[in-house]
């Protein structure tokens, strides 16, 4: 009791002359708030690749939280769902648009770097030939990869390069918004080198080895977790077969032993 009283007059007595002045020089303190929505970036509705733009995204959300509400309703008709129930069908419906965007664009960004391990091989060995990195990876800017979205990426810089733009630092930029890492780390460590006067060559060689070890390391984790869905595969497809001619079987056999 005697702490709680003397907390509560420490409490309500007002600060001092030096709390006051350093109050009046920290920065003031952000209100705690609670998460606000927030729109799909526009980056993400243009690497999905689908062909919407923002208001039309939006109309998608709408119509799909108007069909899951109706859904929802018709459902709780028959069965005693309660309005909870249809009114998350509704939020999931309203969100379900903006996931398959976000989805589709996480898709094509992991598609574009597995492709950059091709991309450093044929601009190593370009320049290694003798060819200069700029002109190197701008003929190979025109040539696809495999990745839509590496491509676009690719295009855009040579774009820029042909109207007298940096081709590194613009590839770098580009693929920064794209979010490839990988094609802007590329970028900006030939940029780095060039501007050090240091060989590209020895930098694409690095840059080669270290996505040979990852993509080695990424095969050797796929080969890894065959068995387990070799063995899950076995188990839903031989185990049905099995229970209907040979433990069915041997179970009526054991009742028809035990009937007579």
Not at 5 to 28: E, T
Not at 30 to 44: I, T
Not at 146 to 170: C, K, M, N, Q, S
């Amino acid at each position: 009791m005697a702490v709680a009283a003397a907390s509560l007059v420490m409490a309500a007595r007002r600060s001092s002359r030096v709390g006051r002045w350093l109050g009046r020089i920290s920065p003031p303190a952000e209100p705690r708030s609670f998460a606000k929505w927030r729109p799909l970036p526009a980056h993400d509705i243009e690497d999905s690749g689908l062909d919407i733009d923002a208001d039309r995204l939006v109309v998608a959300k709408v119509a799909c939280a108007l069909g899951a509400l109706l859904l929802g309703s018709v459902v709780a008709l028959v069965a005693p769902i309660g309005p909870i129930v249809v009114v998350g069908a509704g939020y999931l419906g309203f969100i379900a648009p903006s996931l398959i965007v976000q989805s589709r664009a996480a898709g094509r960004r992991a598609d574009a770097e597995r492709e950059i391990g091709t991309l450093v091989e044929r601009l190593e060995a370009i320049v290694a030939a003798g060819r200069p990195p700029e002109s190197a990876l701008a003929a190979l800017a025109i040539r696809p990869t495999g990745a839509d979205l590496l491509d676009r990426v690719l295009a855009r810089a040579a774009e820029a390069y042909a109207l007298g733009a940096p081709l590194f630092r613009t590839l770098a930029h580009h693929a920064r918004l794209a979010g490839i890492a990988g094609c802007a780390a590329l970028a900006e460590d030939l940029e780095r080198s060039r501007d050090l006067g240091h060989g590209s060559l020895a930098v694409l060689r690095q840059r080669r080895e270290s996505l040979r070890a990852a993509e080695r390391a990424r095969s050797l984790d796929a080969a890894s977790r065959v068995e387990g869905k070799l063995m899950l595969v076995l188990v839903l497809c031989y185990l049905p077969a099995l229970m209907l001619l040979v433990v069915v079987p041997l179970f009526v056999s054991l009742l028809n032993g035990l009937s007579t």
